[in-house]
């Protein structure tokens, strides 16, 4: 069973390192509109076909045990100090193609049913670390404000100097995915995104948008700010 689970670990690694250096270098070349953007165009196109088949309702990240939270968790911003905001004026806009848009403060999460989930946060950087999260799913969101049958993509937008990213609709819907407010028993920290940010342990950790202001579903596709740089838009697990 160990050396399984070695084996398990070691695939995840390799899968996670070719990655991350695919990834940071394509950012750091630039590659839109550059020599290798068809090669790597051609590359990125298969490559999101299969990550779209092995995202399923059916399919679920490994939960982890009380007490297996990683000791330190790293933070991440773009601005030059960590975003702050007034917790009490925050609000965060749902609309799009929607029915009923929504703009919601963060009691009026709180008050909403709660998932709670302790999976493992792979960021494309290398580093990896188990976390418990707590939140509304977005998929009971999407309910509430009555989305169109048109939509296949979900836009999230934040106070982080302009932060963004987009998502398919189906990983965004997933059970898994949620508006976290609450990060290892306690309400979420600015360093870690307060009041509220995306997760789900189904994308890399840059596609889990912190300092959430607004949620659009659109029907066309959009980007997102490391996606704009080169990085991998579906960016799946």
């Known amino acids: 069973m160990e050396s399984k689970r070695r084996e398990s670990d070691r695939r995840q690694f390799l899968k996670l390192a070719g990655a991350s250096a695919l990834g940071l270098w394509t950012a750091g070349c630039g590659w839109r509109g550059g020599p290798f953007e068809d090669v790597l165009q051609w590359w990125w196109n298969p490559n999101e076909v299969l ?16 007490g297996s939270e990683t000791a330190t968790f790293p933070t991440y911003y773009i601005s030059d100090s960590v975003p702050m905001t007034d917790t009490a004026a925050w609000r965060l806009d749902i609309g799009g193609m929607v029915g009923r848009p929504l703009s919601l403060s963060l009691d009026d999460l709180l008050k909403m049913p709660m998932t709670t989930t302790r999976v493992r946060h792979y960021c494309i950087e290398g580093w990896t670390g188990v976390a418990e999260w707590s939140g509304v799913q977005l998929s009971h969101l999407a309910e509430l404000v009555n989305i169109d049958p048109a939509v296949k ?21 997933h059970p898994q995915t949620l508006i976290a407010v609450g990060m290892n028993g306690a309400l979420l920290g600015p360093g870690h995104g307060a009041p509220a940010r995306l997760y789900s342990s189904l994308k890399y950790g840059y596609k889990s948008v912190k300092y959430l202001t607004e949620i659009n579903f659109l029907s066309h596709r959009t980007g997102g700010y490391w996606e704009d740089r080169g990085y991998d838009w579906y960016a799946g697990l």
Not at 153 to 173: C, K, P
């Open 153 to 173: 993509y979900v836009d999230f937008r934040s106070f982080d100097d302009g932060y963004w990213s987009s998502w398919d609709r189906e990983t965004a819907l």
């Open 51 to 66: 990550q779209k088949a092995l995202t399923t309702p059916r399919r679920s990240a490994k939960l982890y045990p009380p």
